[in-house]
């Protein structure tokens, strides 16, 4: 009982503590003018390896483990996102949520989970779960639906589409609409690049 009560007491200190900063920074933006762009906008790092989200947290980089308790959203990660729904703007590392992965704009690492999206995979990526999702990506989809604009890499699934591609994909249907073969069961084979190949 009282590893329960401690536990559920850290949990609201936290998530206290994360609307306390929350609502002074909504103070300040109230004092100081409003012509700031999101690129002004000043992003902290997290004070702890450790960062529990229990709600959307974008000014916050986090480097080491966040856990999603059910939903986070921070500007960057660098290490291991756990839980139900994470979203951050930069992924690096492992992102292992159980509904939603989403990674804005870059993605170097791996995504886990039933619903994966990124925005650039172009250093590493890779995207395991029933449904990827990426712009361009350099690696691996492997899922039952796999969605790219541009793929330098691998898709593996039921369902393949991209727009342009440097590699294989492999399932039951297979679609590259600027390729030779738009259209192939079984493996279809791209030998456009949108850079230089990653293989």
């Excluded at 690696?139 to 591609?165: C, D, K, P, Y």
């Amino acid at each position: 009982m009282k590893k329960v009560l401690f536990t559920v007491t850290m949990a609201a200190a936290c998530a206290w503590a994360q609307e306390a900063t929350k609502s002074d920074g909504e103070k300040a933006a109230d004092i100081q003018p409003t012509q700031q762009t999101a690129r002004e906008v000043k992003v902290e790092k997290a004070s702890w390896p450790v960062w529990l989200a229990f709600n959307s947290t974008k000014n916050i980089d986090v480097v080491g483990f966040r856990l999603t308790l059910p939903y986070g959203a921070c500007e960057g990660l660098t290490g291991f996102d756990l839980g139900v729904f994470g979203r951050c703007r930069y992924m690096e590392g492992f992102q292992l949520n159980l509904l939603r992965n989403e990674a804005e704009d870059v993605l170097s690492g791996f995504q886990g989970g039933i619903y994966n999206t990124a925005g650039r995979a172009d250093v590493l990526g890779l995207q395991a779960g029933l449904w990827n999702e990426a712009q361009s990506i350099r690696g691996v989809q492997a899922g039952v639906i796999n969605i790219a604009n541009a793929v330098t890499g691998f898709q593996i699934g039921l369902i393949n589409r991209s727009e342009s591609l440097y590699g294989v994909q492999i399932g039951a249907v297979n679609v590259i609409r600027e390729g030779e073969w738009p259209f192939m069961p079984i493996i279809n084979i791209g030998f456009e690049s949108f850079g230089s190949p990653a293989f």
